[in-house]
Nanobody, 115 residues
Framework: QVQLVESGGGLVQPGGSLTLSCVASGSILGINVMAWYRQVPGKQREMVARHFKDGIYNYPDSVKGRFTISRDNAKNTVYLQMNNLKPEDTGVYYC?????????WGQGTQVTVSS
């Protein structure tokens, strides 16, 4: 079983930056994929960043060039660096992974982009 705990959300002005962290309960060294998703009320949860351990990264066009996912295997932590934030980036951000065929999610952290 994998437990994921996110932190780092908050209120930021448009154009600002935030870094989210996701700490896993165990080693992520052997986990193939780690990802960040965003949920906005009334909309489907969408993937905003995904990293495969072989070095492949996926980003949707809406965040490409502004968001960066990275992982620190020694700290069992995955990060999401978000720059040039826009009001439409507002939402609850979830860390996620798949381990042995089971999807795991964190509890989410709120990001609000507003002046």
């Amino acid at each position: 079983q994998v437990q994921l705990v996110e932190s780092g959300g908050g209120l930021v002005q448009p154009g600002g930056s935030l870094t989210l962290s996701c700490v896993a309960s165990g080693s992520i060294l052997g986990i193939n994929v780690m990802a960040w998703y965003r949920q906005v009320p009334g909309k489907q949860r969408e993937m905003v960043a995904r990293h495969f351990k072989d070095g492949i990264y996926n980003y949707p066009d809406s965040v490409k060039g502004r968001f960066t996912i990275s992982r620190d295997n020694a700290k069992n932590t995955v990060y999401l660096q978000m720059n040039n934030l826009k009001p439409e980036d507002t939402g609850v951000y979830y860390c996620a992974t798949n381990w042995l065929g089971i999807n795991y999610w964190g509890q989410g952290t709120q990001v609000t982009v507003s002046s």
